[in-house]
């Protein structure tokens, strides 16, 4: 049976006449694209411009037109106030062209930028298949920044470029990325190198002066995460083709491949040398250990089941033993592995996309429904709720001291004080920000965006 509706669709659809590579197809895809597609026709049925969304019990189908059986409606955004707040300016908080510096010389979307954990030198990875390491970033010079307004050139004694190697590729036309494209990248703690992680499924290791230590490749599908052990020594990398691995950074060999979800792997963290958790779309978050042989039969030390949806992140706690999560479902959930037991934060409305610890029994979230909250985990109360975001919010991040923590929003990103409760500074960029990053010293923050910069803005003032 399987046989034949797959030649039937092939030929039907006229798909083995084109020029897709089959082998570069995830399993699954052609499920997960009805799911979506059937998601989207949900949303253009029931979402009404005047803010509202039609509930409804109908079923819907690939192939049957659907019809509403409207049970109610709920008011879900308020468009009137939402084009007021477009227009609305943050007054002192707004940062002007003085707190501003961009740096320019990608011609793929910044996916992901970080700082240096102890320098003045930025990092960032894009769509057009290269690193970069920006230098010489220093507030006298900020408003002079030779790659202000024109591009930043390979031969630059600011700027070092580093391309991932590809096998005779031809880097995407106008936007389209590139296949090597980054999508992810951090620095080792002693900030001697840094890993990438490609859309093609392989790792790399950089010096910070372009050099390429070593690769990591085993994945055929992108990879979601790419973390280094605290120490240094070792790396993990999570795919979505449903598996993971576990590699001696040094040598580039792999010491484990993990292959326990049934779905694609969305997150990664270490809780310390030995200890690691993922987490994934099926729904579960996996705890494993370096020093366990039951890792060679993909036998974890705990499975932890409880949430409703895709689960987007996990952060252990620091110096604990407490795992949090958040997921499609709209919760933050707070994980006892040991015992296998979870409270839940239930105050979201929507997809819980991002969360951070601030300290050991602080700890932010961000989500689709355009709020970050901050949670007191001792007392499971929520203590801040910041509110003027003017879209979803899609990536937070804690400034060294914790005293600050910055969130990003479509195009704009939002810098708060968490002792007084208060918006500190705002900015809005050209282009949708994909991705947050504070400076050691707390002064300077980077948000790498969909038109190509990298925006930098100076807290101080």
Do not use: D, F, Y
């Given at each position: 049976g399987f046989i034949h509706s797959a030649f039937a669709f092939g030929h039907e659809s006229l798909i083995v006449k084109s020029s897709i590579d089959g082998s570069k197809v995830v399993p699954g895809a052609l499920i997960s694209f009805i799911q979506k597609g059937l998601q989207f026709v949900e949303i253009e049925a029931h979402v009404n411009g005047d803010g509202t969304e039609t509930v409804c019990d109908g079923s819907f189908s690939a192939v049957e037109p659907h019809t509403c059986n409207i049970k109610s409606k709920k008011r879900i955004f308020d468009p009137s106030a939402a084009d007021g707040l477009e227009d609305h300016t943050f007054g002192q908080q707004e940062a002007t062209g003085d707190d501003v510096s961009y740096l320019r010389g990608h011609s793929g979307i910044v996916c992901s930028c970080s700082w240096h954990p102890s320098k003045s030198l930025l990092a960032s990875g894009s769509g057009d298949a290269t690193v970069r390491f920006w230098s010489s970033l220093t507030k006298s010079t900020r408003n002079h920044d030779e790659h202000v307004d024109k591009k930043a050139k390979t031969g630059d004694d600011n700027v070092v470029v580093a391309t991932v190697p590809s096998k005779k590729e031809t880097v995407?036309?106008?936007?389209?990325?590139?296949?090597?494209?980054?999508?992810?990248?951090?620095?080792?703690?002693?900030?001697?190198?840094?890993?990438?992680?490609s859309y093609n499924g392989k790792a790399y290791t950089w010096a910070p002066d372009g050099r390429l230590l070593q690769s990591f490749e085993h994945h055929k599908a992108p990879l979601s995460a790419v973390k280094w052990s605290p120490s240094g020594d070792k790396l993990l990398t999570a795919c979505v083709d449903k598996r993971a691995a576990l590699w001696n950074a040094q040598t580039g060999s792999a010491e484990c491949h993990f292959a326990f979800h049934q779905a694609p792997i969305t997150d990664i963290d270490w809780k310390d040398n030995t200890t690691f958790a993922m987490c994934s779309m099926d729904r579960s978050v996996s705890i494993w250990s370096t020093k366990d042989q039951s890792n060679k039969s993909n036998v974890p030390k705990a499975k932890l089941e409880g949430h409703a949806a895709d689960i987007n992140m996990i952060r252990w706690a620091p110096g604990s033993d407490v795992l949090a999560s958040c997921s499609d479902d709209s919760l933050v959930k707070l994980w006892n592995p040991e015992s296998k037991s979870c409270q839940d934060l239930t105050q979201h409305t929507r997809e819980v996309c991002a969360i951070q610890w601030g300290s050991r029994t602080q700890l932010a979230s961000g989500s689709l429904d355009a709020t970050v909250r901050i949670w007191d985990t001792e007392s499971m109360k929520c203590t801040n709720v910041f509110t003027k975001h003017l879209h979803p919010v899609s990536s937070i991040a804690y400034s060294p001291d914790r005293s600050l923590l910055a969130s990003a929003s479509h195009d704009r990103m939002y810098v708060w004080s968490v002792k007084e409760d208060t918006l500190v500074k705002t900015f809005r960029a050209d282009g949708g920000i994909n991705d947050l990053s504070w400076d050691h010293t707390g002064h300077r923050l980077a948000g790498g965006c969909t038109n190509n910069d990298i925006c930098i803005v100076d807290i101080r003032s």
């Open positions: 995407g036309e106008g936007n389209r990325p590139s296949e090597s494209m980054i999508v992810a990248l951090q620095w080792n703690a002693s900030g001697t190198a840094i890993v990438t992680g």
